[in-house]
């Protein structure tokens, strides 16, 4: 049966829970905050996992917020795509969802209001020289020569700037701060800058966009976000973000909190490299079942409750770099399966079997548990018949010593039914073994033959009965643990070619009418589950979850 779960120490949960016991924060009120250029990905799972469950924790809310401030790469289609996951991981935003794109106006305001104080100013440089002037982290930078513009000329240039009057990368909007800061995130950071792109939520109003750093932060304060729970990377931007809440009149202080983000083996959390794969057609979409975004772990089979159960089991920490196993994810979804997925025989790979001592028309059907352990699932009714399906694997005409199923002269157990011996192998002319002719031992349902041991059980289906349906066998992606370790290297050169295998399988009848995302045991297969899209009555398809050996497990006993 399944392995408990181990939660690991999540300090930020234990950091709200003591602000809450000394009063310290009455309310808490979080948010996710994914910029709409992609599909989420597990790592983003962690996020959501660790925002919203705050929220549901401690009586709080999570906002969902999408930080929409580079229209040029952003979607309808991501916008509706995370919704759709984040409902389906079983979490629900407070309110509205909100864009920061609402706050454009308020933003916009804020900038005015820092030029009138002397902090900001319209920079003529190109990007290039930007770059230059902006020194290193060994060298100061340098100001340039549009720093000290009066508030009149600056405000009325970005609002002409605004406008749409000058070119893209023309002109910008920069924070008077601090050339010569050991942070280079101080060294007067970009506020605004000009793109004439259309926006999928304000159209054409706007020709200048705030950036990132001048929006994630003033929208948190609007939000009365209480903590502003981001990724380690965020950490070098916390003084700009703190700069911005102390020189500007927000309603709210929002404080930061930074954690490690979750990297996977096998596999990239990264939206900039999985939007590559599906733009070159490396999968089949972003929901491709071997993806690791939600919506791809989803169409493989996996559960909401089991990456929520791996996200309890990864922890939150500031240990950064760490590679998480997926066989800790596969671990996840296997013992919630195991638990939760009714049982089904089904042949991969269909060998035919025909019964000598067994009626044209005989006919008897097994009342089988739908689950070892659960009798609230519905009894399968399994018929058995002169013609039967095994999977070819489990016949060999010349077995090694230890091999327990088929083999001609050889003796092994139908699983819920009979024991058989092959008498026979039949090949067509170029020597491909066609069909097996075995005999049953009527005496063996269920029960062992006296004085036999018969040790193999293997899995069949009715020939007359049997479901055709499509499987697909999914492995990583990648061949090598961490595909983009190497910065320079082309993380595509670790593709596996084999990530995908297609069979033509063949189930028993109780799979027949299979709902679309119904999930199974094929029993001594592995879990599948039938396609979201794919998969309807009379042309089943099926995606492997994760096949029944759990090595995590294994690895936990040891240790
Ligand atoms: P990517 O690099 O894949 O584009 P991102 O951080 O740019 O990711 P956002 O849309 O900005 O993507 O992310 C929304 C939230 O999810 C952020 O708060 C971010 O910190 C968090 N997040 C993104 N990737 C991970 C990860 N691998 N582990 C944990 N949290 C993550
Ligand atoms: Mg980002």
Request: net charge negative; aromatic share 0%.
């Given at each position: 049966m399944s392995t408990e779960t181990t939660s690991a120490p999540n300090f930020i949960r234990n950091q709200v829970r003591e602000e809450i016991e000394t009063g310290k924060v009455a309310k808490i009120v979080t948010r996710f905050p994914p910029e709409p250029n992609g599909f989420l990905h597990i790592g983003h799972a962690k996020s959501i996992c660790l925002n919203f469950g705050l929220a549901e924790k401690f009586g709080g809310e999570c906002h969902l917020r999408f930080d929409d401030t580079n229209p040029a790469k952003e979607e309808q289609a991501y916008i509706d795509a995370i919704k759709e996951d984040v409902t389906w991981l079983g979490f629900e935003w407070a309110g509205k969802v909100r864009f920061a794109s609402d706050y454009f106006e308020q933003l916009y305001a804020w900038a005015q209001h820092l030029i009138r104080e002397d902090k900001a100013y319209v920079d003529d440089l190109t990007p290039d020289e930007i770059r230059e002037y902006r020194g290193t982290l060994t060298e100061p930078g340098k100001p340039s020569p549009y720093r000290d513009r009066s508030a009149d000329e600056n405000l009325d240039l970005l609002e002409r700037m605004r406008r749409g009057e000058f070119a893209e990368g023309e002109k910008v909007l920069r924070a008077k701060i601090d050339m010569a800061s050991p942070n280079i995130n101080l060294r007067d950071p970009i506020l605004y800058r000009i793109r004439h792109a259309r926006h999928h939520q304000t159209g054409d109003a706007w020709k200048i966009y705030p950036s990132y750093d001048f929006t994630h932060g003033q929208s948190d304060a609007i939000e009365g976000v209480t903590h502003s729970i981001c990724t380690l990377e965020f950490e070098d931007h916390r003084p700009l973000y703190e700069w911005f809440l102390a020189n500007l009149p927000v309603p709210a202080t929002p404080r930061q909190i930074e954690f490690a983000r979750l990297n996977l083996d096998y596999t990239l959390t990264s939206k900039r490299k999985l939007k590559l794969l599906v733009d070159n057609g490396i999968v089949d979409g972003w929901d491709d079942p071997r993806m690791p975004t939600i919506s791809g772990m989803r169409r493989r089979g996996y559960t909401p409750a089991s990456l929520r159960k791996f996200c309890e089991m990864i922890g939150v920490t500031r240990a950064d770099g760490g590679l998480v196993e997926m066989a800790m994810l596969t671990h996840a979804i296997r013992s919630d399966l195991e638990d939760n997925a009714p049982r089904a025989m089904c042949v991969l790979k269909p060998l035919k079997v025909v019964l000598t001592n067994v009626d044209e028309d005989h006919e008897e059907v097994y009342e089988v548990p739908g689950h070892p352990a659960r009798d609230d699932m519905p009894v399968r009714k399994v018929p058995f018949t002169r013609e039967l399906w095994i999977d070819s694997d489990d016949f060999m005409e010349e077995p090694p010593k230890k091999f327990f199923r088929l083999a001609p002269g050889k003796e092994v157990r139908l699983r819920n039914s009979y024991v058989i011996r092959c008498d026979e192998v039949i090949k067509n002319d170029s020597g491909d073994i066609e069909e097996l002719r075995c005999s049953v031992d009527f005496d063996t349902l269920g029960k062992n033959p006296e004085g036999r041991k018969v040790k193999g059980v293997i899995h069949w289906v009715s020939a007359s009965h049997g479901v055709p349906m499509e499987v697909r066998l999914y492995d990583n992606l990648f061949m090598v643990e961490q595909p983009d370790r190497d910065k320079d290297a082309d993380f595509l050169d670790h593709l596996n070619p084999e990530s995908l295998s297609v069979c033509q399988a063949i189930g028993e009848?109780?799979?027949?009418?299979?709902?679309?995302e119904s999930r199974f045991q094929f029993e001594r297969v592995g879990y599948f589950c039938a396609d979201r899209y794919a998969s309807q009555a009379g042309k089943l398809v099926f995606n492997r979850t994760v096949g029944l050996k759990d090595s995590w497990a294994k690895i936990k006993k040891k240790g």
């Open positions: 009848p109780s799979l027949a009418d299979a709902a679309a």
